[in-house]
């Protein structure tokens, strides 16, 4: 762990263990606003012209990966962290809190880089700090670089006849338009480009049973996983996963479930991430064999 200069940010935690780097500001945010090979590229979108800005009443969109709260709702949801965060190093793990007086809380983010792999676990938490229960659903969004392509699972293909419920839950925002070139809908994965050259934005939802998201930038893949909780009250009409896409950026997004949190308490979300280098095409036999071995490295949440 040290303290470096990133953007012009100068209190910001570099962590690496060799073969990957994280960065995480505490001059806003909290942000972890870089992810990478060490030496290689930033797997993160950031917003050259929000680098090293810090204050103002606004909230500000700096890029990489955030805590937010759902259901989407203003001013609540976009609450300003510009100010400076709190932090700890325990020798293994990077907390980073901040305080949303307005909305009664708190988040907190724990990040522990592994020692011997290009693996991160992030405990993600939100605390309720005001006088009364309050309902909300953690929610991680990771801001992907530009180029790239997300990959989600969808449930196990069945021929008709084999069953006779459905299987699948997918959500659609009112401006997202599926015959955008973006999409792929395959018949195993759902896939979505960010390209620079398209200003029309898009969204869509999910209920990710599998519990995995991937991100292909070049030969880079940045695999997530978390949990799927069958029984639970997921919010946007019963998604754990989302993601948004426009000229600057895709979204890679997952939520908890929504939770009723009394005074004192709080609510968890997990996720751990891994980075490979892997070639990996567009058709499902591909993806199968390229992103698969790298889910089964990470044990299901």
């Not at 949303?100 to 939100?126: C, F, Q, W, Y």
């Not at 996983?225 to 029984?231: I, K, L, N, V």
């Amino acid at each position: 762990m040290e303290v470096v200069d990133f953007g012009g940010w100068p209190n910001s935690i570099r962590l690496s263990n060799g073969e990957v780097e994280l960065v995480a500001t505490t001059d806003v945010g909290p942000r972890i606003i870089r992810f990478g090979f060490v030496g290689g590229q930033n797997m993160f979108h950031n917003y050259p012209e929000t680098l090293g800005k810090t204050g103002g009443d606004g909230w500000v969109n700096y890029g990489g990966h955030r805590l937010w709260h759902a259901p989407e709702l203003e001013p609540r949801t976009y609450a300003p962290d510009n100010g400076p965060v709190e932090h700890s190093w325990d020798g293994k793990s990077l907390t980073l809190r901040n305080a949303e007086p307005a909305n009664g809380v708190e988040k907190e983010m724990r990040v522990t880089l592994a020692s011997d792999s290009p693996r991160v676990d992030i405990v993600h938490r939100i605390y309720n700090k005001g006088p009364w229960p309050i309902e909300l659903a953690p929610w991680a969004i990771s801001v992907m670089g530009q180029g790239g392509r997300a990959i989600f699972p969808q449930e196990d293909f069945k021929a008709h006849g084999e069953t006779l419920l459905p299987a699948r839950r997918m959500v659609l925002w009112p401006y997202a338009d599926m015959t955008d070139p973006r999409y792929t809908w395959g018949r195993k994965y759902i896939q979505l480009r960010q390209d620079p050259a398209s200003h029309a934005t898009q969204k869509i939802g999910m209920l990710n049973t599998k519990g995995w998201a991937a991100y292909v930038l070049g030969t880079d893949v940045f695999l997530k996983r978390f949990p799927y909780e069958p029984d639970a009250n997921y919010t946007d009409l019963g998604c754990n996963t989302e993601s948004y896409t426009d000229t600057n950026i895709l979204e890679i997004e997952t939520l908890g479930p929504l939770t009723r949190i009394e005074r004192g308490a709080f609510v968890e979300h997990l996720e751990s991430w891994l980075l490979a280098h892997t070639d990996c095409g567009t058709s499902d036999a591909e993806i199968d064999a390229k992103i698969l071995p790298l889910v089964a490295r990470l044990p299901k949440l």
